[in-house]
């Protein structure tokens, strides 16, 4: 698979056609108006917008919620939000990375996409852009949809990491009370003892917080190799952990998130989950 490629851009939304009825009031009249309707509904007028810029309710629309007809009478109601305020504004103007929430629950114009990434070394598990090789240059070309990493692997962490932008999937990930696991395999710098691995599993209080783990074991016959298993996003919890036992993680690499697997992904390569994987994801 290539793993190079540009991230597609916003396309120009048409220009809408509302009849000006500037001609009608007197200049003074229209100011009062204005300021009324920005006083009393926080709206804010943004029609100097750039070219990439795209119609309020096309973005609605795009995003499966209803018909832009319907789409005006919901923004005219107030059900909808971007960054934060409420607009009620007809033809207002949106950007691609805006947050816009349609009662309460952020929408997205643009195809859902799933990503799998076997992360090699080397790369920042970052959308930045000052940060050297990172994740996002692996996986340029595998949708035209912005896509963003669940979770982070370390620079020097290797493993599965998933992309979307499907913001339900990332709430599951993300929810402190469900989550979802991952499976790691580490290598210590020295042995594990069984009575600190016991630990482990039983669960620790480190400097007054609760740290707990689904599961943990040696891998194999190896006392410095374990398997361990987190529904934490991130993997500072196992830095945590054996920062605790004065351990340090030698290797760190992801083996399985949820029913994932590397399987016929090599190192450094992606792949986009197929159905029944997705579906089994949308049932955790």
């Known amino acids: 698979m290539s793993k190079q490629s540009g991230h597609r851009q916003g396309k120009s939304a048409p220009n809408g056609g509302r009849k000006s009825y500037k001609n009608n009031f007197a200049k003074d009249s229209a100011g009062i108006k204005?300021?009324?309707?920005?006083?009393?509904?926080?709206?804010?007028?943004?029609?100097?917008?750039n070219s990439s810029d795209i119609r309020l309710n096309k973005y609605i629309a795009n995003s499966g919620v209803c018909s832009r007809r319907d789409a005006d009478v919901h923004i005219a109601t107030g059900l909808v939000s971007v960054n934060g305020k409420i607009v009620t504004e007809m033809g207002y103007k949106v950007k691609l990375e805006d947050e816009v929430r349609y009662d309460g629950s952020r929408i997205n114009p643009e195809k859902k996409a799933y990503?799998?990434?076997?992360?090699?070394?080397?790369?920042?598990?970052?959308?930045?852009?000052?940060k050297g090789k990172t994740v996002m240059d692996l996986v340029a070309n595998a949708t035209p949809s912005r896509i963003k990493p669940i979770g982070r692997l370390g620079r020097n962490s290797t493993g599965l990491l998933l992309f979307t932008n499907d913001e339900k999937i990332v709430s599951r990930f993300t929810n402190?009370?469900?989550?979802?696991?991952?499976?790691?395999?580490?290598?210590?710098?020295?042995?594990?003892?069984?009575?600190?691995?016991?630990?482990?599993?039983?669960?620790?209080?480190?400097?007054g917080k609760q740290i707990n783990v689904e599961e943990i074991d040696y891998v194999g016959d190896k006392k410095n190799e374990v398997g361990i298993k987190i529904k934490n996003t991130g993997n500072t919890i196992l830095h945590?952990?054996?920062?605790?036992?004065?351990?340090?993680?030698?290797?760190?690499?992801?083996?399985?998130?949820?029913?994932?697997?590397?399987?016929?992904?090599?190192r450094g390569n992606?792949?986009?989950?197929?159905?029944?994987?997705?579906?089994?994801?949308?049932?955790?």
């Not at 790369?123 to 000052?130: G, K, L, Q």
């Not at 020295?190 to 016991?198: I, S, V």
């Not at 945590?240 to 016929?264: G, S």
């Not at 792949?271 to 089994?280: C, G, P, R, S």
Request: net charge positive; with cysteine.
């Open 240 to 266: 945590t952990i054996f920062d605790y036992f004065k351990l340090e993680l030698v290797r760190v690499d992801c083996v399985q998130i949820a029913h994932l697997t590397k399987k016929d992904i090599p």
């Open 115 to 130: 990503v799998l990434l076997n992360k090699p070394k080397g790369f920042a598990t970052t959308t930045s852009e000052h």
């Open 34 to 49: 204005n300021s009324d309707v920005k006083a009393k509904k926080g709206v804010q007028s943004n029609k100097a917008s």
């Open 176 to 207: 402190s009370n469900k989550g979802v696991e991952r499976l790691f395999h580490l290598e210590l710098d020295n042995n594990l003892k069984l009575e600190d691995l016991k630990k482990i599993r039983e669960g620790l209080r480190i400097e």
């Open 270 to 284: 992606w792949k986009i989950l197929t159905e029944l994987e997705l579906q089994k994801l949308m049932m955790m």
